[in-house]
């Protein structure tokens, strides 16, 4: 069975997740994973996406974002994978392929589905046993969620928006939802999450996306 196509348009929302060669452990100083998020802040900028939420791991990275466009999201991923594998070979003095895939992506369409994947994300260095809390993590925007921390500033997603009234009401509701987990909860999500992950193909040079 062939791959689905990625679908791309204008005011889309998409969980992506990008895998580094062969499950390789290259994010692997503070360095690493700082000039990452100084290249995913500055390629937003430039682009005008919308960063809601992300987790930097060791071996992969998550991102949940919004493309008003006019740029879509297989150009976004395409410059920031391709920014940071060159400048990690420069600073690592190393050459080869980084990535395993341009990305994997799913559309979230849903105020459930956009939770799910926040919480996911929030709770993959955790699920990974690096941390004992999702707030332990630096690299994730569990933190901005949960407390309001402006150290990586995001665009709330409006799915958490409307959690509650007021910001210091959905980070204690953001806080109890992250938190509050039963083990045969998080086993089902991550099936659901990796299964949409899973259905749109990853070959980056399939289809051409148009930019302005």
Known sequence: MGWIPRPLGPDLCYHVRVQCNNRAFRFEEISDFERYLEILLSVRKKFTFLLHDFTIMHTHVHLVLTTPGPILLDRIMQVINQHYALDYHRRHHRAG???MHGYRCSVIDTDAYALT????VGRNALRAGIVRHPAYWPWCGYSFYAYGNM???LDPHPS???LAGTPAQRQVVFRDFVETYLPCDETREKALIQHSLRRYGANTQRRKTRTA
Do not use: D, E, I, L
Request: glycine content about 8%; aromatic content about 30%; proline content about 8%.
């Open 117 to 120: 994947c926040m919480r996911y």
């Open 151 to 153: 150290t990586h500033p």
């Open 160 to 162: 958490y928006v409307g």
């Open 97 to 99: 392929h980084f990535w």
